[in-house]
């Protein structure tokens, strides 16, 4: 069973180096599941019981209780992770290297990108309105590092990279035979002329692999968060006849703050909430009743204790790797678990049989947020944070622990059927 649901891990992983490829993924794995795809559906009829909506890197999925409802159990996680962009006009080349210039995305740990085989995945807007995605299917970039021998000082020092200078990745070298546009073309299989637009980014190319002499880690690029989506869809789909209605919003854009038309903080959930209301015959006053009644379980992978670094840990609130889901608490409301959903969630891993621990950042130490406070201030919904605990958060290669993500799943589907 373990063997089985991290295999579905891995294969979700290596499919969606960008968001836009998790949600064709995720919308694929929905189809095959029965849903329907609700994207381009305006009538109310049309609008499925088990169904679901696409918004570029966001997508909405639900099923529908079986009773009338009267409230909302909500999944929510995020698609994007942090990482390297390649700007709009890229090409420059540089004492034999033919490079790329890239813009940085939220807030990732640089160094980690260094000397790394890296692919490059994406989507092209067409003049016709269409959007292809693409994805290289070897390592064609790398940003190398500088030799230890012209930088003498750098294991004293620390390593300090300009983000302007220093982040650019090499992708051929000699005389330019091949601009970037061009290639974007030949791996849509287009002319160039009808590419109106492209959003691009780097990529580890090392797929997602089981880790220790015990096989007991997963590492994998962007396992924060697109661990929390897969353990989300994946107990939506398994949870077949549920009594309440169930729906899971995975939102792009949470590493920049999700102000967006499809990030956490735009009306992308609240509208298709409405609309599933307004097929199960509910007035407007029986929906905003619904929506106070409803609840969040906002899921974003949280920090495990590092074996070199105990110290920056709260000891008694500190998530231990493989010892199940974290509640993250904060009483400044960085995380917007109240007393009332913390209980909801332990209730839940209880039922399922998992393990739950709770994380507290220590008082001089800043805390990281994530879409729950955002999910819970936009809808007013009872929301808690939870997270599987994982090392090198917003590395290009991070890792967790393989019995947390079950445990996560475990604890997610049994919160649907509560
Ligand atoms: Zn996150």
């Not at 396992?223 to 353990?231: E, P, V």
């Not at 994946?234 to 009594?243: D, F, G, Y």
């Not at 990281?368 to 290009?396: E, K, N, W, Y």
Request: net charge negative.
């Amino acid at each position: 069973m373990t063997a089985e649901l991290i295999s579905q891990v891995r294969d979700q992983l290596d499919a969606s180096p960008t968001p836009r490829h998790l949600v064709e993924f995720v919308g694929n794995q929905l189809s095959a599941a029965g849903f329907t795809d609700c994207t381009d559906t305006n009538s109310t009829e049309k609008f499925s019981s088990n169904g679901f909506i696409k918004r570029s890197g966001s997508i909405v999925a639900w099923r529908q209780g079986s009773k009338k409802i009267e409230k909302f159990r909500i999944i929510g996680a995020h698609t994007d992770s942090p990482c390297l962009k390649i700007k709009p006009h890229p090409d420059e080349a540089r004492f034999g290297w033919q490079t790329l210039q890239v813009e940085v995305y939220g807030n990732p740990l640089l160094n980690s990108w260094l000397d790394r085989d890296l692919g490059i995945a994406g989507h092209a807007v067409l003049r016709d309105g269409s959007v292809k995605l693409f994805c290289s299917a070897t390592p064609i970039a790398r940003i190398s590092q500088l030799a230890i021998h012209l930088d003498r000082e750098l294991n004293e020092r620390g390593l300090i990279l300009d983000k302007q200078l220093h982040l650019n990745a090499a992708w051929a070298t000699g005389k330019k035979s091949l601009d970037f546009l061009q290639w974007v073309s030949t791996q849509i299989d287009v002319e160039p002329e009808q590419i109106i637009s492209v959003d691009a980014q780097l990529f580890d190319s090392v797929p997602a692999q089981l880790l220790g002499v015990d096989q007991s880690l997963l590492a994998s690029g962007r396992l924060d968060n697109q661990a929390s989506c897969w353990a989300a869809i994946s107990a939506l789909i398994e949870t077949r006849n549920p009594i309440e209605t169930c729906v899971v919003a995975l939102f792009d854009h949470e590493e920049v703050g999700s102000t967006s038309a499809v990030g956490a903080a735009g009306p992308l959930l609240e509208h298709t909430l409405e609309r599933i209301a307004d097929l199960g015959g509910l007035s407007r006053v029986n929906y905003l009743q619904a929506l106070s009644q409803s609840s969040c379980v906002s899921a974003d992978n949280s920090h495990a204790v590092h074996h070199n670094y105990p110290e920056r840990h709260d000891h008694a609130h500190a998530p231990i790797v493989n010892q199940g889901p974290a509640l993250k608490l904060n009483s400044n409301q960085r995380y917007a678990t109240s007393s009332t959903s913390a209980a909801m969630f332990v209730r839940a891993c209880e039922s399922a049989d998992v393990k739950h621990q709770m994380f507290v950042s220590k008082n001089n130490m800043p805390c990281g947020t994530t879409i729950g406070p955002i999910t819970a201030t936009r809808l007013g919904i009872d929301t808690v944070d939870v997270g599987i605990p994982q090392l090198s958060m917003h590395s290009v290669r991070e890792v967790c622990g393989v019995s947390d993500l079950v445990s996560m799943q475990k604890a997610l589907r049994s919160y649907l059927t509560l």
